[in-house]
Every structure is written in C-alpha cells, then in structure tokens.
C-alpha cells in the first residue's frame, strides 16, 4: 500500500482537485490519503472534513496541527502516521493525469538501494525541466546571480530526458515516491528546514547513506507550483533563502562552503537591486521580496 501524504496550508480547493484526479487516476493502487493541516484556520479545517467522502474505497486521514509547523515536519507527523510500505509526499497543487504508481513502484524496488523516485512535474517544455536537478555547485550558483543558474540547470535536466530513468541529485518534493523503511532509518526530514530545501537535505544524506535518487520523465503529473508562494512573497522569500544558506551550512564543508554561502549573498544583493528596479511596475510583489530578502540579510531567522 501507498501512503500518500499532502500537508495543507489555506489550499483546501487545490487539496479537493488534487484528491479527486488520485481517485479517478488511481482506480487500482491501494493507497491511504493522509492530509496534515498547517492552517490553524477553523473554516479551513471546517472545508477539508469533506474530503473524506471523496474516496470511498481509501481510508482519508486528517491531521491537525495547533501551529504551522511547517513543510518537513508536518510530512514527518504525516509519515508516523502512516500504514504504507511506501510513502508519497504530494503537493495540493498537483494534478495526477495518468496512472504514474504501478511504473513508479516497480522501478524503485529493481535495485534494494533504490531509495526515491519521482515523475516530470511540470508540463512536457522543450528546453527546461525544473523537476529534478544537481546540488549546488560554484558554476550554476555563480550564474544564479544573475538569475540563469537553475534555467541552465533545468536545459541539462531536459536534455538528458532521452534517458527512461535516471539518477540524480535531487528531486522536487511535490511528488517523491520513498520506501518507508528507508524514509523512517534515515531520519526522516530534517526538522530545521520549514520549508523548501528539505527534499535536496533528504536526498543529500540518501546519496551520503549509499541509497540512489531516481527520476523517470517517462512519467508526468501536473505540477501548477507555487499557489501558497503568491500569497505572501515576503514569508516565502525569506524562508527559501533561510533554507539554502541552512543547506549550504550542514552539508559542505571548508573553502567551498564558504564560497557558496558568498555567491548565495552575491544573489540576495543581486535580488535586492532587481526588485528596487522593478518596484514602480510591481510595487506589491516588490516590496514583498525587498522585506524578505531583508530578513535573511540582516536577521537569517524566521519571522
């Protein structure tokens, strides 16, 4: 069985198509659905009690938290909770088009040291495939000041894509298929990350451990990305640079942590003289990525 885990945060409408397109492509997997609720919001929690009628033939779980606990922990209070032998951490804004989880599964268990596997999460793109990716290095971070690193990165991801399945560093969390055993003796996530970077941590101590990272862009879900990000650019801002610096910190050491860590403040600069520029166009947005950018600058610290 498949456990499958989608934490909430003021996204009850994604939560309910996401959980509609699983019953109708999944129609012969046996999975639980198992929704932890970050919203600390009554209506919210009020408008989820009826996703359980959705799935008749699964058992739907919900999980309220007193607080946001955040991304990482809330699937780690999800996976406890779980009776799986494999466990799928999916966003609420994804759309499951196809049946991806017979395919999925069989590949991971080829090789016992096979540990995650995750489909294409973004529309087929002729140049760019942002679903999986490298962990940073001194040339796409020094290109990320200028804002091309990680396009770079996703022109490298597509143009391996003639291959069925592959490894690689690290996979989006809006959709990783890990075993559970491996998932639970690993550690689970790490609790230090709120959210964003958790998924590359976790890959990183999988790939130290001797475990593989798959991805199979033979397989496509619908990922529409960033639906909670457009609500409040500062929060997010804030954390996702938290989060890398936290990243850079923990799993590099000497002289090249340390130049990663400069050409990642190189970037925050960089972003910061980019959203002055654009502040009369965009002043919302702009200000909004000004304060955070700020935060991580001057304070490196949650809000």
Same mark, same amino acid.
């Given at each position: ?12 409408? !994604?939560? #309910?198509?996401?959980?509609? @397109? ?11 659905? *198992? &929704? /932890?609720?970050?919203?600390?919001? !009554?209506? #919210?929690?009020?408008?989820? @009690? ?11 779980? *919900? &999980? /309220? ?239």
């Amino acid at each position: 069985m498949i456990s499958i885990i989608i934490v909430n945060y003021h996204v009850a409408k !994604e939560i #309910e198509q996401c959980i509609r @397109s699983l019953a109708r492509a999944a129609t012969d997997v046996a999975y639980e659905v *198992i &929704i /932890v609720d970050n919203s600390t919001d !009554e209506q #919210e929690r009020q408008s989820l @009690s009826h996703l359980q009628s959705i799935i008749p033939h699964s058992r739907v779980k *919900i &999980i /309220v938290n007193n607080e946001n606990v955040g991304f990482g922990t809330a699937c780690n209070v999800g996976a406890l909770q779980s009776s799986g032998e494999y466990i799928c951490f999916l966003n609420p804004d994804v759309i499951i088009v196809d049946n991806v989880f017979p395919s999925l599964v069989s590949t991971l268990n080829v090789n016992r040291r096979n540990a995650v596997i995750s489909p294409r999460q973004h529309s087929p793109n002729r140049w760019f495939d942002f679903s999986a990716g490298y962990f940073p290095s001194l040339i796409l971070e020094a290109l990320n000041i200028f804002v091309i690193g990680r396009y770079i990165e996703a022109m490298i991801m597509n143009a391996m894509n003639t291959k069925s399945v592959h490894t690689v560093d690290w996979v989006m969390g809006a959709f990783m298929l890990i075993k559970r055993e491996i998932f639970m003796d690993i550690g689970m996530f790490d609790p230090q990350f709120f959210i964003y970077y958790e998924e590359s941590d976790l890959c990183f101590r999988l790939q130290r451990s001797g475990y593989s990272v798959l991805y199979m862009p033979g397989m496509y879900i619908e990922h529409r990305g960033g639906v909670a990000g457009k609500r409040n650019y500062r929060f997010f801002t804030m954390h996702f640079y938290h989060s890398k610096l936290l990243f850079l910190k923990k799993s590099y050491r000497g002289s090249l942590k340390t130049a990663l860590m400069c050409e990642t403040y190189a970037q925050l600069f960089a972003q910061l003289i980019l959203w002055t520029v654009l502040f009369l166009p965009f002043p919302k947005k702009a200000l909004q990525k000004i304060m955070g950018i700020l935060d991580v600058i001057f304070t490196n610290t949650h809000v």
